[in-house]
């Protein structure tokens, strides 16, 4: 069965900390990953989103994440993080033929200023 | 063109009630799918369709009905309510073009909060 699991639920790092949130995935054929983003009180955002090609893809706000096949990764990265950055981070698989994505559990950031 | 339209917005129901949540889009896309979003749980997909007349359980379907007579709606039914079914409901519409593979962009609804008492 597809499956997307997101390996930290409840992360607090201080403002210019660095982040990275862990997602791994279980889906055969080809994959569109994607990093969705909810700021408190309102809806889902696309932060970025990788199909194929370069596997380090760059989004909004300064975030990037980098697909490694190998390990079925897609894991989130930001130099320095800043209070807006304050969210719920979901990572999500689709498979391009019947447009089903998959989330994650969500991991929950919050930065402290 | 107005993108994905979820109506209502809120809706309160009393265990046992039926309604029926519904979406629409203008952009003429073949996939639409319907999602639940609990604390913790992230969202999970109830129902998809890959274009009018063909639907499909997706991870959570019990309690829940869907179909797709025009390629615009996806309308959401819950033929009798329960406490479970409290959660903020979002449907997406997407569709797959060929760029460096085939990729498929998917577009978000605000959402229905729906409580069950």
């Known amino acids: 069965a597809q499956s997307v699991s997101q390996h930290n639920h409840h992360v607090i790092l201080s403002e210019a900390a660095s982040l990275e949130l862990g997602c791994n995935y279980s889906?055969?054929?080809?994959?569109?990953l994607f990093w969705y983003v909810q700021y408190p009180g309102q809806h889902l955002q696309l932060l970025l989103k990788?199909?194929?090609?370069?596997?380090l893809v760059k989004g909004i706000k300064g975030f990037e994440a980098e697909f490694i096949k190998s390990k079925f990764s897609f894991n989130l990265r930001k130099p320095s993080v800043q209070w807006s950055d304050t969210a719920e981070y979901f990572c999500?698989?689709?498979?391009?033929?019947?447009?089903?994505?998959?989330f994650g559990q969500g991991t929950t950031l919050q930065v402290k200023p | 063109n107005a993108g994905v339209t979820q109506t209502p917005k809120f809706q309160v129901l009393k265990t046992g009630q039926s309604m029926t949540l519904q979406c629409a889009q203008d952009?003429?896309?073949?996939?639409m799918s319907w999602y639940r979003q609990d604390p913790g749980m992230g969202l999970r997909l109830i129902h998809y369709?890959?274009?009018?007349?063909i639907t499909d359980q997706g991870e959570v379907p019990n309690g829940y009905n869907v179909s797709r007579s025009t390629t615009e709606d996806f309308p959401l039914r819950l033929l009798s309510a329960a406490p479970s079914q409290t959660s903020v409901y979002f449907c997406a519409s997407s569709y797959s073009r060929w760029g460096q593979g085939l990729e498929n962009i998917q577009y978000f609804g605000a959402g229905t909060r729906l409580s069950v008492l």
């Open positions: 952009m003429n896309h073949e996939y």
């Open positions: 990788y199909f194929s090609g370069d596997p």
């Open positions: 369709s890959v274009g009018a007349g």
């Open positions: 999500a698989v689709s498979s391009s033929n019947t447009g089903k994505l998959i």
């Open positions: 889906y055969g054929g080809t994959v569109n």
